[in-house]
């Protein structure tokens, strides 16, 4: 199923999206949330609800998941080729060779926007805001330790998202990450979740981002460093992850950064992210002042 929390005369519904349109639930439904968190008998139990479908563009889609209990966590590094692009242009923050493991760090959850909403923008907190597209995966059941093998029993889906980073503020706080990657409402995240039955090959997925209909970033989930699997294997040692989690995966290669010469975004960019057989983005960025008292 492919399953998204959209707004309906001004209150948001979980739905349920098809290739001809989108069945909403009543607003009595549990949330996306809920059902995540619910287990498959949770995912079960909305097939029965489902009502008339109506056209997509009759709704408004909005971020799919809004109770997040801890950080977006993210996968820095994870293809190679991005890795390379990048090297000398971390202002003294090179490693010293490739990652033996994932390169892991977090977001905070007000980051998340909808797919089509505003990436805010604000010259104030940093000169370099910068684009990643990416897959992201959804746990759909706790677990701590978890094997590779076992690693798919713990995933409800997939969704895209867009890890707008700000980079001068990325180098400033001692090489930590959190600070240039947590700014309010700049990480676009959906358009839906694409539960795990829907996707014949996780590694056959082609990534993309366009600015302004150039594109920026294209290449294959084949080409990641590790693996999902062993992504949430090493995440997961000694840590629970909890179903409702988002885990990011890594970009590709062709971030601004890495540009010669550079390509940061702009007031009015439109900034397009695209995952085959996972849906779209489509943002644009909007001044919006973040750096103020509030």
């Given at each position: 199923?492919?399953?998204?929390?959209?707004?309906?005369?001004?209150?948001?519904?979980?739905?349920?999206?098809?290739?001809?349109?989108?069945?909403?639930?009543?607003?009595?439904?549990?949330?996306?949330?809920?059902?995540?968190?619910?287990?498959?008998?949770?995912?079960?139990?909305?097939?029965?609800?489902?009502?008339?479908?109506?056209?997509?563009?009759?709704?408004?889609?909005?971020?799919?998941?809004?109770?997040?209990?801890?950080?977006?966590?993210?996968?820095?590094?994870?293809?190679?080729?991005?890795?390379?692009?990048?090297s000398g242009k971390r202002e003294g923050q090179d490693p010293a060779d490739r990652p033996r493991h994932p390169t892991f760090f977090t977001k905070g959850p007000d980051t998340v926007i909808g797919p089509h909403d505003p990436i805010a923008f604000d010259?104030?907190?940093?000169?370099?805001?910068?684009?990643?597209?990416?897959?992201a995966l959804v746990i759909g059941k706790d677990g701590r330790s978890i094997p590779e093998e076992r690693a798919w029993e713990h995933v409800f889906g997939f969704c895209v998202a867009n890890d707008v980073s700000q980079r001068d503020l990325q180098r400033?706080?001692?090489?930590?990450?959190?600070?240039?990657?947590?700014?309010?409402?700049?990480?676009?995240?959906?358009?839906?979740?694409?539960?795990?039955?829907?996707?014949?090959?996780?590694?056959?997925?082609?990534?993309?981002?366009?600015?302004?209909?150039?594109?920026?970033?294209?290449?294959?989930?084949?080409?990641?460093?590790?693996?999902?699997?062993?992504?949430?294997?090493?995440?997961?040692?000694?840590?629970?992850?909890?179903?409702?989690?988002?885990?990011?995966?890594?970009?590709?290669?062709?971030?601004?950064?890495?540009?010669?010469?550079?390509?940061?975004?702009?007031?009015?960019?439109?900034?397009?992210?695209?995952?085959?057989?996972?849906?779209?983005?489509?943002?644009?960025?909007?001044?919006?002042?973040?750096?103020?008292?509030?």
């Amino acid at each position: 199923m492919r399953l998204a929390t959209v707004l309906v005369d001004g209150k948001e519904h979980l739905a349920a999206v098809y290739d001809h349109g989108v069945a909403v639930l009543p607003a009595s439904a549990p949330t996306l949330d809920d059902v995540v968190r619910g287990g498959p008998e949770a995912l079960a139990a909305i097939r029965h609800d489902l009502g008339d479908v109506v056209p997509l563009s009759s709704v408004q889609l909005v971020a799919p998941l809004r109770g997040f209990r801890r950080d977006i966590l993210c996968t820095g590094w994870n293809y190679w080729d991005h890795f390379e692009e990048s090297s000398g242009k971390r202002e003294g923050q090179d490693p010293a060779d490739r990652p033996r493991h994932p390169t892991f760090f977090t977001k905070g959850p007000d980051t998340v926007i909808g797919p089509h909403d505003p990436i805010a923008f604000d010259p104030a907190i940093s000169a370099k805001w910068d684009y990643e597209a990416e897959v992201a995966l959804v746990i759909g059941k706790d677990g701590r330790s978890i094997p590779e093998e076992r690693a798919w029993e713990h995933v409800f889906g997939f969704c895209v998202a867009n890890d707008v980073s700000q980079r001068d503020l990325q180098r400033r706080h001692g090489g930590q990450w959190l600070k240039g990657k947590s700014i309010d409402a700049t990480m676009p995240l959906g358009p839906w979740i694409t539960t795990t039955d829907e996707i014949d090959d996780p590694y056959a997925l082609t990534v993309r981002c366009l600015v302004n209909g150039e594109q920026l970033q294209e290449a294959s989930t084949a080409q990641v460093a590790f693996r999902f699997e062993r992504i949430i294997a090493e995440l997961s040692w000694g840590m629970t992850l909890r179903a409702g989690d988002v885990i990011l995966t890594g970009t590709p290669s062709g971030i601004g950064n890495a540009r010669e010469p550079q390509v940061f975004l702009q007031p009015g960019d439109e900034v397009v992210t695209e995952v085959s057989g996972l849906g779209e983005l489509r943002n644009r960025v909007v001044a919006r002042e973040l750096s103020s008292y509030a």
